[in-house]
């Protein structure tokens, strides 16, 4: 008997997970369908990527659903275009035995006049990304004023994105008496301030723990200095040779340039971000999925619509700013019963962000280093004789061999073993013969850097829209840094303090000579301030809430050579000097700010 029997669905819907060959339900559909199902209620279900959420949703959805109503009936919201399509090609092969059900996808990147004319034709489900849908509503071309459920799904990654005021504002165009289901991976405190403001005493459902990592997935780290960052992957790469993988970095940008590196480099890779449009973004997947692409560099934001069961890897090129992302990142290998790997190339100032995962997904994660050139040749020697054995004969060739076995004829089969095996090997033995082992740095003990640092002070702060990572980010691309090279960031009301390595002073100090942003001057000056290590990013030495304490250090700017250290410059202003500079910079920053 097919499990799914028990939990009450229609032999219709039954019919459909049986031709898709589904025979036992995961966890969170045992949970979540039979409330569904039996209750007309609120839900907040909690479980992993890749655990079958859309099928616990979708299921009890088709079935309250009334065919024969060609109004909107309900209403699922997912983060990305990706997941949109997904969800709905989901739900049409659940319904293909509902006659005149008709789900509709609703995203950005595609006429938006073609989708309205979907709609008119009648769609009791329209599955949406928030901007599209809020952007429909705003020109009167779809109407949810009568739908009874509401789906907000990946909650947690559509509030991270941002969406939250277009949710509060789709949502208000929806009757109050509706019902919400929320499903997520993480419960953020985002996701329960939704719960608590658009939901009646909702039933929780948790799989898990929250925020848990699943237990199919191992999770490692190599330790290796900034500058070593994509020759570690590139190692990771070589010494798993049928790794089938998904690498994320931070930013569009280094997502580009990692993919481009890779295929230069010779392997089968692409770039998915948010530059590309529909139709890239559609043959990407498309060669990711038939496995022409074997390492497939994202951002989070693309790959939330990333659903293959057999990537064997995550590697976390770059640690997500939000450390429940992580969770999502991960949530990609490991699925449907499956075991996988999530790596991290983690930096020794970015140590404290493994403890904080560690905390978060209940997981230890484990120190491993990076493969030595030898350990590579070795692994690909035998990943070829292994190849050798698994391969069936073509006996096409047997017209050949007369012609062939006379070529070789002079030659022993060992000799005729190690020409073969020599044509592959040599090719990894001269890449890394004379190369270094990739040592791993020792655990931090300042929060960055891996020499001779220096400090910065730089008159911008929390009154200019900063924050440590927004700062970090501002110096990153200002400078041409990578993002290791900025450190120590401790963002204060009017000014902040950053560190480079010394090697990349005379950048700075030279980038940011009359310098100027938004119209405004930006002055940037070496300090003796510390830069003790603060809560996020670094701390500011004997500095603690914007004032010095007691004990604290006068920070001594030197400028490069440009300004004494007792005199404050900025822009084409003159401050004054200060006997007592701690009291006094705040002031000195307001008069100058005033002056450009």
Excluded at 140 to 160: G, P, Q, R, T, W
């Amino acid at each position: 008997m097919n499990k799914f029997e028990q939990l009450g669905l229609n032999p219709s819907i039954l019919k459909a997970v049986e031709d898709m060959g589904f025979t036992s339900p995961s966890e969170i559909q045992e949970k979540a369908i039979p409330v569904l199902l039996n209750e007309d209620t609120d839900m907040v279900a909690l479980a992993q990527t890749g655990t079958g959420k859309t099928a616990a949703f979708g299921f009890p959805l088709i079935q309250k659903i009334n065919v024969s109503k060609k109004h909107t009936q309900a209403l699922i919201l997912s983060p990305t275009r990706e997941l949109c399509l997904q969800i709905t090609n989901e739900l049409k092969n659940y319904s293909k035995f509902e006659k005149g059900l008709n789900p509709v996808a609703i995203y950005g990147g595609a006429s938006i006049t073609d989708q309205a004319r979907q709609i008119e034709r009648g769609a009791q489900i329209i599955v949406a990304t928030p901007g599209r849908m809020q952007d429909m509503i705003n020109r009167n071309l779809v109407d949810i004023s009568k739908i009874e459920y509401c789906v907000l799904d990946e909650a947690d990654e559509m509030l991270n994105m941002g969406f939250f005021e277009d949710i509060k504002a789709i949502l208000s165009h929806t009757p109050k008496e509706k019902h919400t289901w929320l499903f997520s991976a993480t419960m953020p405190k985002e996701v329960a301030t939704i719960a608590q403001k658009f939901m009646r005493t909702p039933i929780e459902i948790t799989v898990g723990s929250k925020n848990q990592g699943t237990s199919n997935v191992s999770h490692e780290y190599y330790l290796v200095n900034s500058r070593q960052r994509y020759e570690a992957l590139k190692r990771l790469a070589d010494a798993n040779p049928d790794i089938f993988s998904v690498i994320f970095c931070r930013t569009k940008r280094d997502t580009q340039k990692v993919a481009e590196k890779l295929i230069e480099d010779g392997y089968s890779a692409a770039a998915l971000h948010g530059d590309l449009s529909q139709n890239q973004r559609d043959l990407v997947m498309k060669s990711f999925r038939s496995k022409q692409i074997q390492m497939l560099v994202a951002t989070d934001v693309a790959a939330r619509g990333i659903d293959v069961d057999d990537i064997t890897h995550v590697i976390n090129y770059q640690l997500p700013d939000e450390i429940e992302t992580y969770t999502h990142r991960s949530g990609r290998t490991g699925r449907a019963g499956k075991s996988g790997v999530s790596m991290v190339i983690v930096t020794k100032s970015e140590m404290r962000k493994i403890k904080s995962i560690e905390r978060i997904i209940q997981q230890k994660f484990e120190q491993k280093d990076i493969p030595d050139g030898m350990e590579i040749c070795r692994v690909q020697l035998f990943h070829l004789a292994n190849d050798i054995k698994e391969t069936k004969i073509n006996h096409e060739i047997d017209a050949y061999l007369p012609s062939i076995n006379e070529v070789l004829e002079d030659f022993t089969k060992e000799e005729l073993i190690k020409k073969f095996f020599s044509v592959e090997f040599t090719r990894f033995f001269n890449y890394y013969k004379n190369s270094e082992g990739l040592s791993s740095p020792s655990a931090p003990a300042d929060g960055g850097g891996s020499g001779d640092s220096t400090r910065y002070f730089i008159n911008v702060g929390a009154k200019d829209d900063f924050d440590w990572m927004s700062l970090k980010d501002f110096l990153k691309a200002t400078l041409d840094l990578g993002r290791d090279d900025v450190y120590k960031v401790d963002v204060k009301d009017s000014f902040s303090f950053f560190n480079t390595d010394t090697k990349n002073a005379e950048t700075v100090l030279s980038t940011f000579k009359d310098f100027k942003h938004q119209g405004r001057f930006i002055n940037v000056e070496e300090t003796t301030d510390t830069g003790g290590r603060g809560k996020r990013g670094g701390g500011g030495g004997g500095r603690k809430g914007g004032k010095f304490n007691k004990g604290g250090k006068k920070p001594d700017f030197k400028g490069g050579g440009r300004r004494r250290s007792d005199d404050f410059k900025g822009g084409s202003g003159k401050g004054k000097k200060s006997g007592n500079r701690s009291k006094n910079i705040e002031s000195s920053i307001k008069r100058r700010r005033n002056k450009n």
